[in-house]
């Protein structure tokens, strides 16, 4: 096993009628991280935004005619230091973060928030993770505010947050 090549593989899956249209076969992209420390150089010419998994999965909603009734949500469950520490990695790091919506339910083509000139703070638009909830629910039709009961017969809200109607269609 350990001469096997690194091959970094995303999951991406979108199940329509029972049948999967999406798997990692377009999730293995051209450009992606490798574990090794020298990893965050970019290439030469920068990333090809066509080439990035995400997009080819946008593309192809898009080319079956489902992106208008799929919502995505693209995140991880952290941001990044925008330094790179003694190690030549980068930490987590919760003050921001970066997510990708789309499709369905979402105001797309926009950008939205920004953070300091140094990447350490949040200065414009800053969402909390029960905002970015709320907007989700609320792009697929489902209220944010509905209750599950847990096992202990507690009710608990999907999201407390409130939806961001900059990023709703």
Not at 34 to 40: C, E, G, K, L
Not at 99 to 114: K, M, S
């Amino acid at each position: 096993m350990a001469n096997l090549p690194y091959r970094p593989c995303v999951g991406i899956m979108l199940i329509k009628n029972g049948r999967v249209w999406i798997g990692d076969r377009i999730a293995q992209g051209k450009v992606t991280p490798d574990p090794r420390p020298q990893s965050w150089q970019m290439p030469q010419g920068g990333i090809d935004p066509g080439e990035a998994p995400n997009v080819a999965a946008m593309r192809e909603l898009e080319e079956e005619g489902l992106l208008e009734s799929t919502t995505i949500l693209w995140m991880g469950e952290f941001g990044r230091t925008p330094n790179i520490n003694n190690n030549t990695g980068r930490d987590h790091f919760p003050n921001a973060w970066t997510c990708v919506l789309g499709g369905g339910g979402i105001a797309g083509g926009q950008a939205y928030g920004a953070t300091s000139e140094d990447g350490m703070e949040v200065t414009d638009g800053k969402v909390e993770v029960g905002d970015l909830i709320s907007t989700l629910c609320q792009a697929v039709g489902v209220d944010p505010e509905t209750e599950n009961i847990s096992s202990l017969a507690r009710p608990i809200k999907i999201s407390e947050g409130t939806a961001v109607d900059e990023l709703l269609s």
